[in-house]
């Protein structure tokens, strides 16, 4: 429930952040995952999905190496959707951003705002996502995998070991997807 | 005696081509020192007869003079020259420059078109243009909007627009045009956005459409008669795309049609190929997906189809069927034939009869290609002229949210776009080609108009057990089916060939170098590192009794995606991450012209 809400404030403050940033070709702006990011420690799981102590979805990878089944399907749903302008494993091409680093850089509603409305910047244009349920049924997924990779919380390729599915996330995707 | 046969169907072609009225651009193209069609010819030889520059003395090469763009997009395509006037274009938004070459390059006129930028995300993979064409004394320019736009080449003013299709359902242009008798053949682009595929014909000289030919839906909509159009020399007979299809999934079914275009004016046919079926998800769209990953010959003042080929029934690896078809006469066992060569993205050579549409020969071009072991080819057999699928690389036998792992080539293809060259004086084409493999899990997806359907994720990474490298540049034998040589690159080779009478061979490479290489041995003469990556094609002309070669620089495209950040194998364990090379290393953006001569 938590998330839907989310994506409707997002929605409403998405038109004054189209002016932010700049994205940028081919950058690099760093991130220090020894840094603190308060946007990243898990404070709680809810029917396998996990959070911040602020309500933020976030990913959770074991000590194994297994990842949280959200960071699994946003590997996959960033690969069919984003990649294509984004490069593989949000490595950014030579016309987009990185967009591992944007999703700790932005925060989650930044984050969310630009994927539902896009943004544009002169020829570098972010197209909107809205209504797009492709992308929008796993905006959360492809949010918690951007930020896993952009802390190298998760290697680049695919996430070998996973999380089921829960059936809280299959019972969400599916009322999502109609 | 081979040379004489040559000479004699050379005789034939230019004497057909006199016998049409008011075919300036024909004339204009005989000329070997102009570049007045990307392709080189209508034939897409990318041949040149200028020999000033040779195997002995091209390591003389020097810059001649630069020109930037001013974008820093992919670019693609290359320019153009008819007489001292070369004309230049660019990436999104599709500036086009006519350029004096009697003096250094200065400015005559420079056009640059208002497009709306919200074309720009609906174009997959960068916002690349394949380059103007030339005809009658007009420039022709197949906008990313999909505007078509006839300029005055000796002003730029504007003599008609046309609008072939509408962004906001994905439908975008990053093709050139077909300028062919009194019409400009031009195709569409945005097979991963659904879009139902289709070439269509405007009149040159009013920019009235003319004809339409889908490439999937009714025998009507696609101009095929059902008793006349062949598939293999049958006829293809009544609702045979929509036969192959489940329900209405045509309509949204992919076929597009971005790739070049060839032409034969003997057999007043012309030659393309249509793209993937929409989406990647196989188990989405169950039957053959007719005519989607096809080759196809139409009637150039009709559009009605004489015959088709489907090289990837029912694809499920996005190996579209665009690349450029190669139209070259040839003896084989002791007879001449008319030879269509093509390089395809799913990694298979074929040279088939382009009269007859005749399947010859169907290898592989590079030796990693494991989706399939071969096509069948004998004509008695059930599955005649279809690729045998190897069941552990089928994503739709494998199905729905599996991921099959080691498939090659990559969905860029063994080649994509890219153009090969064919030189006659050695009867080899030389192919710049992709060395990469990848994993594949196609997953449902639901059609939204306007926004990506793809159904997919892939990984992509340098083919395993080879040489490390995601490219080669190689010289095939279209007869024998073979490759003759093949050089190693450590990225993608995404630049069009040029052959010339010197017999030297050119070609680009993602890093920036400009390399000759000798025609015969494969033997590197020279190298230069541009400014920026190359994607574009080389081309060469003569101006005041000198030869130059020219190539665009400027990284992207669809290669610009992939290997910026360079590419992982997933199987290679965590130790081998990122240890392969990452573009970005090496070049950066850029979008500039570089003309080289020998020294006076």
């Keep these: ?178 | 005696m081979k040379k004489l046969q040559l000479f004699t169907s050379g005789i034939a072609l230019c004497c057909a081509s006199m016998a049409l009225a008011n075919d300036d651009l024909m004339t204009q193209m005989d000329d070997p020192k102009q570049w007045a069609i990307q392709t080189g010819d209508y034939e897409n030889q990318r041949y040149s007869e200028l020999d000033e520059i040779t195997a002995e003395n091209v390591g003389d090469l020097q810059v001649a003079w630069t020109f930037s763009t001013g974008v820093l997009r992919g670019h693609e395509g290359g320019p153009l020259v008819i007489g001292d006037v070369m004309y230049v274009h660019t990436p999104f938004p599709n500036t086009v420059y006519a350029l004096d070459l009697s003096q250094e390059g200065k400015i005559i006129w420079k056009y640059e078109p208002k497009q709306d930028p919200n074309v720009i995300p609906v174009m997959c993979c960068d916002t690349v243009n394949r380059g103007v064409a030339y005809a009658d004394g007009k420039i022709i320019l197949h906008q990313a909007d999909t505007t078509v736009v006839a300029l005055d080449a000796e002003t730029g003013e504007v003599e008609w627009e046309a609008v072939n299709g509408d962004p906001s359902i994905g439908e975008t242009n990053t093709a050139t045009v077909l300028p062919v008798k009194d019409k400009v053949i031009v195709g569409i682009s945005g097979g991963e956005f659904g879009v139902r595929g289709h070439v269509t014909a405007y009149d040159l000289n009013s920019g009235e459409q003319v004809w339409r030919a889908y490439s999937v839906g009714p025998d009507d909509e696609m101009l095929v008669d059902p008793e006349k159009t062949t598939h293999l020399g049958k006829p293809v007979g009544e609702n045979s795309s929509l036969n192959s299809w489940e329900g209405d999934q045509w309509k949204i079914g992919g076929g597009t049609t971005w790739g070049w275009f060839s032409a034969d004016m003997e057999e007043n046919l012309m030659y393309y190929g249509t793209g993937n079926p929409s989406t990647w998800n196989p188990a989405q769209r169950p039957g053959d997906n007719r005519w989607t990953m096809t080759v196809m010959a139409r009637d150039i003042d009709t559009g009605m189809a004489k015959w088709f080929y489907q090289m990837t029934p029912h694809d499920e690896w996005d190996y579209d069927g665009v690349n450029e078809n190669i139209l070259t006469d040839q003896e084989i066992d002791g007879e001449m034939r008319k030879l269509l060569t093509r390089f395809d993205r799913n990694g298979l050579a074929y040279t088939m009869d382009r009269v007859s549409g005749e399947l010859l020969v169907a290898e592989k071009f590079d030796p990693v290609v494991n989706w399939t072991t071969g096509v069948d080819m004998d004509p008695d057999s059930e599955t005649y002229g279809r690729p045998q699928v190897v069941a552990q690389y089928s994503t739709l036998q494998n199905g729905e949210d599996v991921n099959s792992t080691g498939i090659c080539p990559a969905a860029l293809g063994t080649k994509d776009q890219q153009p090969a060259s064919y030189s006659p004086r050695t009867q080899t084409f030389y192919v710049p080609t992709n060395h990469v493999c990848m994993d594949y899990e196609p997953f449902r997806v639901s059609y939204t108009a306007g926004q990506p359907y793809v159904g997919a994720t892939l990984s992509m990474y340098p083919a395993p057990d080879s040489h490390g490298g995601m490219g080669n540049f190689i010289a095939w034998d279209n007869i024998k089916g073979e490759i003759k040589w093949s050089i190693p690159e450590q990225f993608s080779v995404w630049s069009g060939a040029l052959a010339t009478a010197g017999d030297v061979v050119f070609y680009g490479t993602l890093e920036g170098h400009l390399k000759a290489v000798d025609a015969e041995t494969g033997e590197q003469l020279y190298q230069f590192k541009t400014p920026s990556g190359i994607i574009g094609n080389v081309m060469t002309y003569e101006s005041d009794g000198k030869q130059y070669i020219a190539v665009l620089s400027g990284v992207g495209g669809w290669a610009g995606i992939g290997l910026a950040a360079g590419l992982t194998n997933p199987n290679d364990g965590l130790g081998a991450v990122g240890g392969y090379a990452s573009l970005s290393d090496y070049t950066a953006l850029g979008g500039q012209l570089t003309v080289f001569a020998l020294p006076d």
């Design chain 1, 1 to 178: 429930m938590r998330p839907a809400i989310f994506s409707f404030i997002a929605a409403t403050f998405a038109v004054t952040l189209a002016s932010g940033a700049g994205a940028a070709n081919w950058s690099d702006q760093k991130v220090d995952p020894s840094a603190e990011q308060p946007e990243v420690p898990v404070a709680y799981e809810e029917g396998g999905r996990y959070f911040t102590e602020d309500d933020i979805p976030t990913y959770n990878i074991a000590e194994d190496g297994t990842v949280d089944w959200m960071t699994f399907s946003g590997f996959r749903r960033y690969h069919a959707e984003c990649h294509v302008c984004h490069g593989p494993d949000g490595e950014g091409s030579t016309y987009a951003p990185k967009v591992k680093n944007s999703a700790i850089h932005m925060g989650y509603y930044d984050f969310v705002g630009v994927v539902v409305n896009g943004r544009g910047d002169g020829n570098s244009i972010m197209p909107h996502f809205g209504d797009n349920p492709n992308v929008m049924c796993y905006l959360d997924d492809i949010y918690v995998y951007l930020k896993a990779r952009g802390m190298e919380a998760v290697p680049r390729g695919r996430p070998a070991k996973k999380e089921p599915k829960s059936d809280m996330i299959a019972e969400a995707e599916n009322a999502c997807m109609g």
